[in-house]
């Protein structure tokens, strides 16, 4: 039931621009070079931002998975489940075994 939920968050994106995060204002810009390096500064300094942003919304939901106790008890109940399927293919090598040696 929480697999959907989890998964969105975790490949969360933003779609804000960050635009208050610019440096220069490229209004300000004397020539299309000068510009073009402010447009060029502010574009890293928002893509920064946003970086900055996506990964802490990802650590926040990491943070509540691990203590989520849905995904405690899904988690013991598949661990629970490759144990029996370890037993049972190790039952089924023995038994292989001692037929070949037959």
Do not use: G, P
Request: aromatic residues 10%; glycine residues 0%.
């Amino acid at each position: 039931v929480v697999h959907v939920f989890y998964a969105y968050w975790q490949s969360f994106c933003t779609r804000k621009n960050f635009a208050w995060k610019e440096e220069f204002d490229t209004r300000q810009a004397s020539n299309r070079w000068e510009k073009r390096a402010m447009e060029k500064e502010n574009k890293k300094t928002r893509e920064k931002a946003r970086k900055e942003r996506n990964d802490l919304v990802r650590q926040l939901v990491a943070f509540v998975r691990k203590r989520d106790r849905r995904v405690q008890a899904h988690r013991k109940l598949v661990e629970e489940q490759n144990a029996e399927k370890i037993k049972k293919m190790e039952e089924l090598r023995r038994q292989q075994k001692l037929k070949q040696a037959k």
